[in-house]
């Protein structure tokens, strides 16, 4: 808990971080995973641009799965 409220989360953080702590921590690995394989996928059939933007979700995915498992492990204010 933190005594100091200048630093205290506001009001809309706190509610995401009670929602997203319900979802399990290995859907963002999964879906950093299905992204990684679309993009191969769109690779493969030939849509080069396409297939780079799907890629680059694969690392937002899995910084969300992380700060959702810090979340889980840590709490909020």
Same mark, same amino acid.
């Given at each position: @808990? *933190?005594? *100091? =409220?200048?630093?205290?989360?506001? $009001?809309?953080? !706190?509610?995401? &971080?009670?929602?997203? %702590? $319900?979802? =399990?921590?290995?859907?963002?690995? /999964?879906? %950093?995973?299905?992204? @990684?394989?679309?993009?191969?996928?769109? !690779?493969?059939?030939?849509?080069?641009?396409? %297939?780079?933007?799907?890629?680059? /979700?694969? %690392? =937002?995915?899995?910084?969300?799965?992380?700060? *959702?498992?810090?979340? $889980?492990? &840590?709490?909020?204010?």
């Amino acid at each position: @808990m *933190n005594l *100091n =409220p200048e630093h205290s989360e506001g $009001k809309v953080a !706190k509610a995401i &971080e009670e929602q997203t %702590a $319900k979802l =399990p921590s290995d859907l963002f690995l /999964w879906a %950093a995973l299905g992204a @990684m394989g679309v993009s191969l996928a769109l !690779k493969l059939s030939g849509r080069k641009h396409t %297939a780079l933007f799907v890629g680059q /979700w694969a %690392a =937002p995915f899995l910084l969300l799965g992380t700060y *959702n498992k810090i979340v $889980k492990v &840590e709490g909020h204010d």
